[in-house]
């Protein structure tokens, strides 16, 4: 532990005279941020063992508290996580350094990631790398889809849920209409019993109301952009651009690869602003790099927009993750509490896992064309099955074998 004597979890008053504080912060999330490879379960991993085992910021059982907490709300786990580390540690201005910290390495790597994409994506080299990173992709997603819903598919009707939500996907209705309303049947379906009973609707605690209300506020504004925004073969503003990753960033549940639905439906589908190959590529450089897996953003952002798209991508995506933790930043402890939210974040996994699903499908037709895409494929599955190897080397090891097919070709 530091020489800062602090009882942990303890959140200071005021900014000032945290400077040293706010210096760890910084460095400690630029580190975590160029090295957290392996998505956000990796993420979360790491920053318990520093900010718990190590440091002593907080017990284990405040941290617990913290990943159940932001798990009910919008964005990204683990970067909601760090901003929460670095209100709790720091303050409002704590809360700023540790997200911006976090999410800056990633931006910058996904970034010139996309700056040699762009300028050397037609070559034949790189073609035939991610011609082998792709299938790997694909078998990343599978692994991390059988692993949650190991946990999310907790009983039949859970199972039943994310069965019509998959089906609702692949008949191309919204990912959020699918999120929002799968959440709220599941929450009336678990509490069905109480209501028959009380004859009457319970009422939730005035917290659930205010999200509840806020989530579909959101889902109405969201719905009503869409559908007057005409789509578009050409390069989007950035206005636009900004305004589609503000809306996926405000309403996204489910983690970094549910984001790929909100892609798929709104880039590809919907805009035409993007292919699917280009997509699958995006998704292919997100997994091979470090930090939050929601830095495809940048990615996407630069082959739309430059990099002036790269950064109004990027900030767009994440900055409604810091207003809900801002916002909610004094009651999150207690939000787990509620039986009816816990209901409705349950149904909200298995709808987000179905998204999973159902965009998985979509890439796979991509990426899994030829002899070769299916042998990396089956070989990243079963080296992911017998052993715990980060996803980080599975990827690369597909874009070598990617590489090496190719030359023999």
């Given amino acids: 532990m530091n020489g800062e004597s602090s009882r942990p979890g303890k959140v200071p008053a005021r900014a000032s005279g945290n400077l040293p504080r706010l ?10 941020g160029a090295i957290s490879f392996g998505g956000p379960a990796a993420h979360i991993a790491l920053i318990e063992e520093e900010v718990v085992r190590k440091r002593e910021w907080m017990t284990r059982q405040q941290f617990l508290d913290m990943l159940g907490a932001a798990n009910l709300i919008p964005g990204p786990t683990s ?37 040699i994409y762009v300028r050397l994506g037609t070559l034949s080299q790189a073609t035939s790398v991610l011609a082998g990173i792709k299938p790997a992709v694909i078998a990343v997603i599978a692994i991390a889809i059988w692993r949650l819903g190991k946990t999310a598919v907790r009983d039949a009707g859970l199972a039943a849920l994310g069965v019509v939500a998959l089906a609702a996907f692949l008949l191309r209705i919204n990912p959020i209409a699918i999120l929002f309303v799968g959440g709220a049947l599941g929450m009336l379906a678990r509490h069905a019993s109480q209501l028959r009973a009380a004859g009457t609707v319970i009422l939730f605690p005035r917290f659930a109301q205010l999200a509840q209300r806020a989530s579909w506020r959101s889902l109405g504004i969201f719905t009503l952009v869409s559908a007057a925004a005409a789509p578009t073969a050409t390069r989007p503003s950035l206005a636009r651009i900004a305004l589609f990753f503000l809306k996926v960033g405000a309403v996204l549940y489910g983690g970094g690869y549910v984001l790929l639905a909100f892609l798929d439906q709104g880039l590809v589908h919907q805009h035409a ?28 952002g630069y082959i739309l927009g430059g990099a002036p798209g790269a950064a109004v991508a990027t900030l767009a995506i994440f900055l409604p993750s810091f207003f809900y933790v801002s916002l909610l930043a004094p009651v999150l402890f207690r939000l787990r509490q509620s039986p009816w939210m816990a209901a409705f974040l349950d149904s909200v996994n298995v709808c987000a896992l179905a998204l999973m699903v159902g965009v998985t499908i979509r890439l796979a037709t991509d990426a899994l064309r030829g002899w070769p895409a299916w042998v990396i494929a089956m070989t990243a599955l079963a080296v992911l099955l017998r052993w715990k190897l980060n996803p980080a080397w599975v990827v690369l090891g597909g874009g070598i074998a990617g590489l090496l ?3 023999l070709r």
Avoid at 23 to 32: G, H, Q
Avoid at 89 to 94: E, N, V
Avoid at 273 to 296: H, K, M, N, R
């Fill in 23 to 32: 210096r760890e912060l910084a460095a400690l999330f630029l580190k975590l």
């Fill in 79 to 115: 970067t909601e996580i760090a901003i929460n580390v670095g209100f709790v540690r720091a303050g409002w201005t704590g809360l700023c350094i540790a997200g911006a910290s976090f999410i800056l390495p990633a931006a910058l790597i996904t970034g010139a990631f996309a700056w």
């Fill in 273 to 300: 602003w993007l292919t699917e190959q280009q997509l699958l590529d995006a998704v292919a450089i997100g997994q091979f790099t470090p930090g939050p897996v929601l830095s495809t953003a940048t990615f996407i």
């Fill in 405 to 407: 097919l190719a030359s």
